[in-house]
């Protein structure tokens, strides 16, 4: 464990059994803000800068968004936490020699966004506005925490013909349970957590860890899906790519798993982009899949947070 998850760790436990609500806001300012921002690396500067952007603003936080192409066929890139659209860019060139135009977007808090933070439901926001302006997306490419982002645009009617989800969250309920075991918070601080997320984040929401979990309506995502993780992923474990599989089944989900590429590497990995633009160039003569009995009115509200 780094030393500063220890020492994070050290502090909140000790503190926890003396007066439960000090060290219980430190962890949720931990959960809910990005430590730092990511930066745009020296490979991806090229591609970064040749981008067309335009901004969108949520809960009054602006959002930067990067487009290539000529817009037809539009892929929706999708970001993880503590990253940005950036990332994508060993796919922004094949995807143009496809014929697809890549559409990313760097979320509250992230990358060249403005606001501290996010949460899901401004994901979803953002998503759904792109899919106004820009959509329906021939494809959505999702990495870690915008996966489970992804899933919840597309099963509340986003159209997209395919998903591809790279070492994803499907469970919303991880996200705590993940960052508590990474920081090694004893039971107390973890159920203060979750309650936290609950009250403060998504006041007006009912039943976020069932609504915001991928696994639980599938009939509402009816899109072909190819899901890749890492069998030795030290963030997000190989049973949520297994929880995926077992919601969504054959054929509609097809599950490709590497061996040591870990968490983020796994996204770039040559290997893994040629699989995922092999998937992406099937012939697909299905309609656009969307959700027809989801409730588009719940769908876009989201309520200011992180």
């Given amino acids: 464990m780094a ?11 000790a503190t926890s059994h003396i007066a439960a609500a000090p060290p219980g806001r430190v962890a949720f300012e931990l959960f809910r803000h990005p430590i730092r921002r990511s930066r745009v690396r020296g490979s991806e500067r090229e591609l970064h800068e040749l981008a067309a952007t335009e901004e969108l603003t949520v809960n009054g936080k602006r959002v ?21 659209a950036s990332r994508f860019a060993p796919y922004v060139r094949p995807l143009l020699d496809l ?27 953002v998503i759904g506005r792109l899919a106004e302006r820009h959509g329906p ?48 918070l004893n039971d107390r601080l973890e159920q203060d957590l979750a309650r936290r997320i609950e009250h ?8 976020i860890w069932q609504r915001f979990d991928a696994t639980r309506r599938p009939e509402l995502v009816t899109a072909p899906i190819l899901v890749v993780h890492d069998e030795q992923d030290d963030v997000v474990p190989l049973r949520q790519a297994r929880l995926l599989h077992e919601a ?13 590429l870990g968490h ?29 009995d989801a409730a588009p009115d719940a769908a876009r509200a989201a309520p200011a947070g992180i």
């Fill in 99 to 125: 014929g697809m135009s890549p559409i990313g977007f760097d979320a509250p808090g992230h990358g060249d966004s403005g606001g501290r933070a996010t949460t899901i439901l401004e994901y979803r926001e």
């Fill in 200 to 207: 403060h984040l998504f006041p007006d929401t009912e039943a």
């Fill in 64 to 84: 930067r968004v990067y487009r290539w192409g000529d817009g037809r066929r539009p892929v929706l890139l999708v970001h993880g936490w503590k990253s940005r």
């Fill in 3 to 13: 030393p500063l998850a220890a020492l994070v760790r050290t502090a909140l436990n």
């Fill in 248 to 260: 969504y089944g054959e054929p509609q989900l097809r599950l490709i798993t590497t061996r040591g």
């Fill in 137 to 184: 997306f021939e494809a959505v490419l999702a990495h870690s925490f915008g996966v489970c982002c992804a899933f919840l645009a597309l099963a509340e009617g986003v159209p997209a013909r395919r998903l591809v989800a790279v070492a994803g969250v499907a469970e919303f309920g991880f996200l705590v349970e993940g960052f508590a075991t990474t920081l090694g």
């Fill in 264 to 292: 983020r590497r796994v996204l770039t990995e040559p290997t893994v982009v040629d699989n995922v633009l092999a998937f992406l160039a099937e012939p697909l003569p299905a309609p656009l899949a969307t959700a027809p």
